[in-house]
T-cell receptor, first 113, second 113 residues
Protein backbone atom coordinates (compact mmCIF):
# COMPACT_ATOMS: atom_id res chain seq x y z
CA UNK A 1 0.00 0.00 0.00
CA UNK A 2 1.18 3.51 -0.69
CA UNK A 3 2.16 5.88 2.08
CA UNK A 4 3.67 9.33 2.42
CA UNK A 5 6.06 10.56 5.11
CA UNK A 6 6.68 14.19 5.88
CA UNK A 7 9.35 14.13 8.54
CA UNK A 8 9.19 17.80 9.49
CA UNK A 9 6.01 18.84 11.27
CA UNK A 10 7.13 22.47 11.54
CA UNK A 11 9.73 24.50 9.67
CA UNK A 12 10.54 28.05 10.76
CA UNK A 13 12.53 30.13 8.29
CA UNK A 14 13.39 33.78 7.94
CA UNK A 15 11.96 35.84 5.12
CA UNK A 16 14.00 35.73 1.88
CA UNK A 17 15.83 32.58 3.02
CA UNK A 18 15.58 29.32 1.03
CA UNK A 19 13.46 26.45 2.28
CA UNK A 20 13.12 22.74 1.61
CA UNK A 21 10.17 20.67 2.80
CA UNK A 22 10.82 16.96 2.70
CA UNK A 23 8.54 14.23 1.42
CA UNK A 24 9.22 10.52 1.04
CA UNK A 25 6.78 8.00 -0.35
CA UNK A 26 6.41 4.26 -0.31
CA UNK A 27 4.93 2.36 -3.21
CA UNK A 28 5.86 -0.72 -5.18
CA UNK A 29 4.48 0.60 -8.46
CA UNK A 30 4.51 3.80 -10.48
CA UNK A 31 3.29 6.87 -8.64
CA UNK A 32 2.07 10.36 -9.27
CA UNK A 33 3.18 12.95 -6.72
CA UNK A 34 1.69 16.23 -5.58
CA UNK A 35 2.20 19.14 -3.23
CA UNK A 36 -0.81 21.01 -1.89
CA UNK A 37 -0.89 24.16 0.25
CA UNK A 38 -3.47 25.06 2.87
CA UNK A 39 -3.79 28.62 4.08
CA UNK A 40 -5.52 29.17 7.45
CA UNK A 41 -9.21 28.26 7.47
CA UNK A 42 -9.21 27.27 3.81
CA UNK A 43 -9.28 24.13 1.74
CA UNK A 44 -6.23 22.81 -0.07
CA UNK A 45 -4.85 24.16 -3.33
CA UNK A 46 -2.55 22.38 -5.76
CA UNK A 47 1.00 23.77 -5.82
CA UNK A 48 2.56 21.38 -8.31
CA UNK A 49 2.49 17.81 -9.54
CA UNK A 50 4.74 15.16 -11.05
CA UNK A 51 3.10 12.79 -13.49
CA UNK A 52 5.94 11.81 -15.82
CA UNK A 53 8.82 13.30 -17.80
CA UNK A 54 11.21 15.84 -16.33
CA UNK A 55 11.94 15.11 -12.69
CA UNK A 56 12.10 18.82 -11.82
CA UNK A 57 8.66 20.36 -11.74
CA UNK A 58 7.77 23.97 -11.22
CA UNK A 59 4.61 25.16 -9.59
CA UNK A 60 2.86 28.31 -8.55
CA UNK A 61 4.30 31.00 -6.29
CA UNK A 62 7.92 30.15 -7.18
CA UNK A 63 7.90 26.65 -5.70
CA UNK A 64 9.55 23.66 -7.34
CA UNK A 65 10.04 20.00 -6.49
CA UNK A 66 12.29 17.23 -7.69
CA UNK A 67 11.21 13.62 -8.12
CA UNK A 68 13.94 11.19 -7.09
CA UNK A 69 12.91 7.63 -7.83
CA UNK A 70 15.96 5.97 -6.28
CA UNK A 71 15.43 7.80 -2.99
CA UNK A 72 11.62 7.70 -3.26
CA UNK A 73 11.51 11.40 -2.49
CA UNK A 74 9.70 14.47 -3.76
CA UNK A 75 11.09 17.42 -1.81
CA UNK A 76 9.61 20.89 -2.20
CA UNK A 77 11.89 23.92 -2.47
CA UNK A 78 11.70 27.66 -2.78
CA UNK A 79 14.85 29.81 -3.13
CA UNK A 80 13.43 32.82 -1.27
CA UNK A 81 10.34 32.72 0.91
CA UNK A 82 7.89 35.49 1.72
CA UNK A 83 5.73 36.08 4.77
CA UNK A 84 2.74 35.13 2.62
CA UNK A 85 4.14 31.61 2.20
CA UNK A 86 3.25 30.87 5.81
CA UNK A 87 0.86 27.92 5.51
CA UNK A 88 0.64 24.16 5.87
CA UNK A 89 2.04 22.08 3.03
CA UNK A 90 0.93 18.56 2.21
CA UNK A 91 2.61 15.98 0.04
CA UNK A 92 0.31 13.45 -1.64
CA UNK A 93 0.70 10.32 -3.76
CA UNK A 94 -1.54 8.44 -6.14
CA UNK A 95 -0.53 4.99 -7.29
CA UNK A 96 -0.89 4.20 -10.97
CA UNK A 97 -4.04 2.15 -11.52
CA UNK A 98 -5.96 3.61 -8.58
CA UNK A 99 -7.65 6.92 -7.88
CA UNK A 100 -6.90 7.05 -4.17
CA UNK A 101 -4.90 10.13 -3.19
CA UNK A 102 -2.99 9.53 0.05
CA UNK A 103 -1.72 12.55 1.95
CA UNK A 104 1.15 13.04 4.37
CA UNK A 105 0.77 14.55 7.81
CA UNK A 106 1.72 18.02 6.63
CA UNK A 107 4.50 20.51 7.34
CA UNK A 108 3.74 23.89 8.87
CA UNK A 109 5.95 26.51 7.27
CA UNK A 110 6.30 29.64 9.34
CA UNK A 111 8.11 32.53 7.69
CA UNK A 112 9.61 34.98 10.17
CA UNK A 113 10.24 38.66 9.52
CA UNK B 1 -18.93 28.37 -11.31
CA UNK B 2 -19.21 27.42 -7.61
CA UNK B 3 -16.73 24.50 -7.63
CA UNK B 4 -17.09 22.16 -4.64
CA UNK B 5 -19.68 23.23 -2.09
CA UNK B 6 -19.92 21.74 1.40
CA UNK B 7 -22.68 22.28 3.91
CA UNK B 8 -22.88 22.93 6.78
CA UNK B 9 -19.69 24.83 7.65
CA UNK B 10 -20.01 24.12 11.36
CA UNK B 11 -21.99 21.61 13.37
CA UNK B 12 -22.13 20.38 16.95
CA UNK B 13 -23.56 16.92 17.56
CA UNK B 14 -24.33 14.99 20.68
CA UNK B 15 -22.95 11.48 21.06
CA UNK B 16 -25.21 9.00 19.26
CA UNK B 17 -26.84 11.53 16.95
CA UNK B 18 -26.68 11.13 13.20
CA UNK B 19 -26.15 13.64 10.44
CA UNK B 20 -25.28 14.00 6.77
CA UNK B 21 -22.53 16.21 5.46
CA UNK B 22 -23.45 17.46 2.04
CA UNK B 23 -21.06 17.86 -0.87
CA UNK B 24 -21.91 18.95 -4.38
CA UNK B 25 -19.77 19.91 -7.35
CA UNK B 26 -20.76 21.62 -10.58
CA UNK B 27 -17.71 20.72 -12.67
CA UNK B 28 -19.02 17.38 -13.97
CA UNK B 29 -16.17 15.58 -12.21
CA UNK B 30 -16.20 11.80 -12.16
CA UNK B 31 -14.15 11.37 -8.99
CA UNK B 32 -15.16 12.54 -5.54
CA UNK B 33 -13.55 12.12 -2.14
CA UNK B 34 -14.15 12.61 1.54
CA UNK B 35 -11.23 13.36 3.85
CA UNK B 36 -10.99 14.16 7.52
CA UNK B 37 -8.27 16.39 8.88
CA UNK B 38 -7.03 16.11 12.44
CA UNK B 39 -4.16 18.15 13.94
CA UNK B 40 -0.81 16.52 13.26
CA UNK B 41 -2.44 13.69 11.32
CA UNK B 42 -2.82 15.28 7.91
CA UNK B 43 -5.74 14.24 5.73
CA UNK B 44 -7.13 10.74 5.92
CA UNK B 45 -9.26 9.35 3.11
CA UNK B 46 -12.65 8.16 4.35
CA UNK B 47 -14.44 7.14 1.15
CA UNK B 48 -14.16 7.90 -2.51
CA UNK B 49 -16.22 7.44 -5.66
CA UNK B 50 -15.16 7.01 -9.28
CA UNK B 51 -18.61 7.70 -10.68
CA UNK B 52 -22.32 7.62 -9.97
CA UNK B 53 -23.27 4.37 -8.25
CA UNK B 54 -19.67 3.40 -7.42
CA UNK B 55 -18.07 3.99 -4.03
CA UNK B 56 -15.12 2.47 -2.20
CA UNK B 57 -13.51 2.61 1.20
CA UNK B 58 -10.49 4.72 1.95
CA UNK B 59 -8.12 4.59 4.91
CA UNK B 60 -10.60 5.31 7.73
CA UNK B 61 -14.14 4.29 6.67
CA UNK B 62 -15.45 2.95 10.00
CA UNK B 63 -18.41 4.90 11.36
CA UNK B 64 -19.25 6.51 8.01
CA UNK B 65 -21.36 5.75 4.98
CA UNK B 66 -21.60 7.34 1.54
CA UNK B 67 -23.74 7.18 -1.54
CA UNK B 68 -23.33 8.55 -5.07
CA UNK B 69 -26.66 8.61 -6.85
CA UNK B 70 -25.70 11.51 -9.13
CA UNK B 71 -22.46 12.84 -10.60
CA UNK B 72 -22.86 16.08 -8.67
CA UNK B 73 -23.55 14.89 -5.12
CA UNK B 74 -21.54 12.81 -2.68
CA UNK B 75 -23.03 12.98 0.84
CA UNK B 76 -21.24 11.56 3.88
CA UNK B 77 -23.39 10.05 6.63
CA UNK B 78 -22.48 9.62 10.28
CA UNK B 79 -24.94 7.18 11.84
CA UNK B 80 -23.96 7.14 15.52
CA UNK B 81 -21.69 10.10 16.20
CA UNK B 82 -18.76 9.51 18.54
CA UNK B 83 -16.23 11.98 20.02
CA UNK B 84 -13.55 10.38 17.84
CA UNK B 85 -15.37 11.80 14.81
CA UNK B 86 -14.69 15.36 15.92
CA UNK B 87 -12.71 16.68 12.99
CA UNK B 88 -12.68 18.93 9.96
CA UNK B 89 -14.14 17.20 6.94
CA UNK B 90 -13.17 18.07 3.39
CA UNK B 91 -14.86 17.00 0.21
CA UNK B 92 -12.85 17.03 -3.00
CA UNK B 93 -13.42 16.22 -6.65
CA UNK B 94 -11.37 15.56 -9.73
CA UNK B 95 -12.05 15.07 -13.41
CA UNK B 96 -9.59 12.19 -13.41
CA UNK B 97 -7.62 10.91 -16.37
CA UNK B 98 -4.78 13.31 -17.21
CA UNK B 99 -6.25 16.20 -15.24
CA UNK B 100 -4.59 15.35 -11.96
CA UNK B 101 -5.92 18.05 -9.69
CA UNK B 102 -8.15 17.77 -6.67
CA UNK B 103 -10.58 20.63 -6.09
CA UNK B 104 -11.41 21.01 -2.41
CA UNK B 105 -14.42 22.41 -0.65
CA UNK B 106 -14.00 24.83 2.23
CA UNK B 107 -14.61 22.17 4.88
CA UNK B 108 -17.08 21.28 7.61
CA UNK B 109 -15.96 21.63 11.22
CA UNK B 110 -17.75 18.97 13.27
CA UNK B 111 -17.68 18.62 17.04
CA UNK B 112 -19.20 15.62 18.80
CA UNK B 113 -19.80 16.24 22.50
Amino acid sequence: AQSVTQLDSQVPVFEEAPVELRCNYSSSVSVYLFWYVQYPNQGLQLLLKYLSGSTLVKGINGFEAEFNKSQTSFHLRKPSVHISDTAEYFCAVRTSGTYKYIFGTGTRLKVLA
Amino acid sequence: NAGVTQTPKFRILKIGQSMTLQCTQDMNHNYMYWYRQDPGMGLKLIYYSVGAGITDKGEVPNGYNVSRSTTEDFPLRLELAAPSQTSVYFCASSYGSDNEKLFFGSGTQLSVL
